[in-house]
C-alpha cells in the first residue's frame, strides 16, 4: 500500500499580486493600504477642522467680536476653507508620494536592512508604544503654549512626562490585539490633528494682530477663511462719504448690520445695512512699509 504524496506547502502570494503573477485587482493589497493610509489621515483632519473653529473665534476676539456676530457659522466656514482643503490634498498627495519613493529607495540602497529594521521595531510593542507615548505628548505643545510661553527644553519634559505618564502603558497593552492596534492609530491620528490644530491656532491669533495693528493679512489667513476686506462708506440717502472717506475693514455682517473695524481709531462698530453703501471695494489691499494702524489716537 503506497503512502499519499505530501501536500504541497502554500505558497504566500505578494499583497499586489494574483495567484497568476499579474497585478491585482481584487483589492486585497490595495484596500488594506487604503485603509491603513485612511485611518491615520481621517482622524488629522477630523482632529484639525474640530479645532480650526476655535481658531476663528480668536481671530475675531483679537477685533472685540465672536464669529456668530460676523455672520460665520460653520456652513460658512466650510464653504470658505473648500478651495483650502482642495489645496492641501493637492500638496499632499506628492508628499505622501515621494516619502514612500524616498523609503522604498533607502530599502534597496541598504539591501532590504531599513525594512528588516522597521520590522523589527513594530515586532517589539514596548518601542511602538514608547514613541507613539512621546509623539502624543508633544502634540499637547500648542495647548500648553496657549496658556503659557513653553522653552524648547520645558516642552521635552511635557512630551516625556505626559507620554510616560499616560500613555506608554495603554498603548503597550492596545497592541496586544488588532482592536487595540487600529484603536491605537485613530487615536494617535486624533491627538496629532489637534496637537496641529493648536499650534495653528496660535499662528492665527499672531495673524490677527497683525491685520489689527498694521491693516494688512498674511496669506494664513486667507487659507483658513479669513477675508481682508476692505471699503469706503457711503451714505445710502445721499451718496455721501461717511467717516471722511477713510477705509473700513468689513468683518462681516449679520442681523441687517455690517461689522466693520476702523483701522485709524483701532476700534470694532457696527453700522445698519439699511442706511449704507460700500463703496470701492478692496480684497488685500498694499500698505506702504512701515504702515500701522491707530494713526487718529496716536
Request: charged share 15%; aromatic share 4%.
Given at each position: 500500500?503506497?503512502?499519499?504524496?505530501?501536500?504541497?506547502?502554500?505558497?504566500?502570494?505578494?499583497?499586489?499580486?494574483?495567484?497568476?503573477?499579474?497585478?491585482?485587482?481584487?483589492?486585497?493589497?490595495?484596500?488594506?493600504?487604503?485603509?491603513?493610509?485612511?485611518?491615520?489621515?481621517?482622524?488629522?483632519?477630523?482632529?484639525l477642522y474640530a479645532v480650526l473653529y476655535l481658531g476663528i473665534e480668536q481671530i475675531y476676539r483679537v477685533f472685540g467680536i465672536n464669529p456668530q456676530q460676523a455672520g460665520i457659522?460653520?456652513?460658512?466656514?466650510?464653504?470658505?476653507?473648500?478651495?483650502?482643503?482642495?489645496l492641501l490634498v493637492l500638496a499632499l498627495v506628492p508628499a505622501v508620494g515621494a516619502a514612500v519613493g524616498l523609503g522604498w529607495l533607502l530599502d534597496k540602497v541598504t539591501r532590504g536592512a531599513a525594512g528588516r529594521l522597521l520590522a523589527a521595531v513594530r515586532a517589539r510593542p514596548w518601542i511602538v508604544a514608547a514613541?507613539?507615548?512621546l509623539w502624543c505628548g508633544a502634540t499637547y505643545w500648542g495647548l500648553v503654549n496657549l496658556?503659557?510661553?513653553?522653552?524648547?527644553?520645558?516642552?521635552?519634559?511635557?512630551?516625556?512626562?505626559?507620554?510616560?505618564?499616560?500613555?506608554?502603558?495603554?498603548?503597550?497593552?492596545?497592541?496586544?490585539?488588532?482592536?487595540?492596534?487600529a484603536g491605537m492609530k485613530v487615536l494617535v491620528g486624533a491627538l496629532t490633528g489637534l496637537g496641529l490644530g493648536f499650534?495653528?491656532?496660535?499662528?492665527?491669533?499672531?495673524?490677527?494682530?497683525?491685520?489689527?495693528d498694521t491693516g494688512q493679512a498674511d496669506d494664513l489667513?486667507?487659507?483658513?477663511?479669513?477675508?481682508?476686506?476692505?471699503?469706503?462708506?457711503?451714505?445710502?440717502?445721499?451718496?455721501?462719504p461717511l467717516y471722511g472717506g477713510r477705509w473700513m475693514m468689513l468683518l462681516g455682517e449679520s442681523d441687517g448690520t455690517y461689522v466693520l473695524y476702523d483701522c485709524d481709531r483701532q476700534e470694532t462698530f457696527r453700522r445698519p445695512i439699511e442706511t449704507t453703501n460700500l463703496a470701492h471695494l478692496q480684497l488685500d489691499p498694499e500698505r506702504v512699509e512701515g504702515y500701522r494702524c491707530g494713526t487718529m489716537i496716536e
Open positions: 500500500m503506497s503512502t499519499p504524496a505530501p501536500r504541497p506547502e502554500p505558497v504566500e502570494q505578494p499583497p499586489f499580486s494574483t495567484p497568476s503573477g499579474g497585478q491585482g485587482d481584487d483589492g486585497g493589497g490595495v484596500v488594506a493600504i487604503l485603509e491603513r493610509i485612511g485611518s491615520v489621515v481621517v482622524p488629522v483632519g477630523v482632529g457659522d460653520q456652513s460658512v466656514l466650510l464653504g470658505r476653507l473648500m478651495g483650502t482643503l482642495i514613541l507613539a507615548a496658556v503659557t510661553d513653553l522653552t524648547v527644553g520645558l516642552m521635552v519634559v511635557v512630551a516625556v512626562g505626559l507620554g510616560v505618564l499616560a500613555f506608554v502603558v495603554p498603548f503597550r497593552l492596545m497592541r496586544r490585539r488588532p482592536v487595540g492596534r499650534v495653528l491656532i496660535l499662528s492665527m491669533i499672531e495673524a490677527a494682530v497683525e491685520v489689527r489667513l486667507g487659507y483658513v477663511g479669513f477675508q481682508d476686506q476692505w471699503a469706503v462708506l457711503k451714505n445710502a440717502e445721499n451718496d455721501k
